[in-house]
Nanobody, 118 residues
Framework: QVQLVESGGGLVQSGGFLRLSCAASGRIFSNVFMAWYRQAPGKERELVARIDSYGTTKYADSVKGRFTISRDNAKNTVYLQMNNLKPEDTAVYYC????????????WGQGTQVTASS
């Protein structure tokens, strides 16, 4: 089992910044990816950013150039630096950890609210 604990959400004005953290504990393999998803009211959950064990990153087009994902393998922690936040970034942000091609070994955090006011 793996536990994911997110922190860092909150309320900011448009143009502001936040940094999310997600600490993983439990049975963690070295070749895992870590990712951030978000879900706004009435919308489906969508991928925001992803980083694999090699440090390769992937971003949603809507956040490229504003958000940066990083990870500290020694601490089993993934971060999401969010700059120039916009009202459309308002959502619950979820941390995700898993292995490619393994639907069983896949875990989610409880979510943290991010609100960017206009």
């Amino acid at each position: 089992q793996v536990q994911l604990v997110e922190s860092g959400g909150g309320l900011v004005q448009s143009g502001g910044f936040l940094r999310l953290s997600c600490a993983a504990s439990g049975r963690i393999f070295s070749n895992v990816f870590m990712a951030w998803y978000r879900q706004a009211p009435g919308k489906e959950r969508e991928l925001v950013a992803r980083i694999d064990s090699y440090g390769t990153t992937k971003y949603a087009d809507s956040v490229k150039g504003r958000f940066t994902i990083s990870r500290d393998n020694a601490k089993n922690t993934v971060y999401l630096q969010m700059n120039n936040l916009k009202p459309e970034d308002t959502a619950v942000y979820y941390c995700n950890l898993g292995k490619d091609n393994d639907p069983v070994y896949n875990y989610w955090g409880q979510g943290t609210q991010v609100t960017a006011s206009s």
